[in-house]
């Protein structure tokens, strides 16, 4: 939450402090006027990212569940005379952790790749579609085959889900009006804390003025880091890239 950003804003509004004690400009405006104008709509903005984030990480369960089950249904539905089971077994499991790694790959692309990035990953449930049409072939019953494919569904709905979440975010009029807000209040505000030193001592108005930029500009930080769930430049981003984990799992008889 500490960045240059914030530095800088807390300085400029402990010199608009000083050049409104200097030249006299002190007024007691309403400090309610913050809460009003910029925090109660970035607390909205933060709580909507926030529900984008929590969203994002039940569709990525369900994606990694329906994965699992068409993994289970390869190893388990294969006639076990048919020498052919392990081989599809094998190539099964190495599509799906190819799939894992272009899901990756996509939903953290920058907007520019995106359209190659998402024919990589419908190649890969194309694969696994095709697949499934070589376990009819060695006497997988037909309903087993339809249910294969509902669990390929389902992977497909939860990646779009995630996909909407990456390119539908916060409003952007919403974002922009709070860091535009967020970042020049503790500055505007100036014969506001001028009035501050006057009234008490002179240093309380300056670490007001300080304060104020601290917890606007971390707010502002706050709801830039939680925008993007996918861009693992934060802690509370989703941690997309799970081949190693699943692998191991798929070791496991």
Known sequence: MIDSQMIIVATLSALSTYACLRFKLAADLPSSLIGIAVVFPVVFSINAAYRRREEALGYFADLKASSMALYYAYRDWVPKQNQGGLSYEKEFKDLLLLT??????????????????????????????????????????????????????????????????RLYRTPVSLR?????????????????????????????????????????????????????????????????????????LMNEK
């Not at 920058?110 to 696994?128: G, M």
């Not at 072939?137 to 979440?165: C, H, T, W």
């Not at 670490?207 to 706050?222: E, P, Q």
Request: one cysteine or more.
């Open 100 to 165: 894992f790694g272009k899901i990756h790959q996509h939903l953290r692309a920058t907007d520019n790749v995106e359209k190659e990035e998402l024919c990589s990953v419908y190649r890969q449930f194309s694969d696994i579609s095709k697949l499934h049409e070589k376990l009819r072939s060695i006497g997988v019953p037909a309903n087993e085959i339809s249910r294969a494919n509902q669990y390929l569904r389902g992977m497909m709905i939860d990646f779009e889900k995630l996909r909407n979440i």
């Open 176 to 248: 922009a009006y709070s860091h535009i807000f967020l970042n020049t209040f503790p500055i505007i505000f100036g014969p506001f804390f001028a009035n501050i030193s006057i009234k008490y001592y002179v240093s309380a108005g300056y670490i007001l003025a300080i304060l104020y930029s601290v917890i606007l500009v971390s707010l502002d930080n706050i709801q830039e880091e939680l925008e993007n769930p996918f861009d693992e430049k934060g802690e509370d981003d989703l941690r997309l890239d799970v081949r190693d984990e699943y692998s191991i």
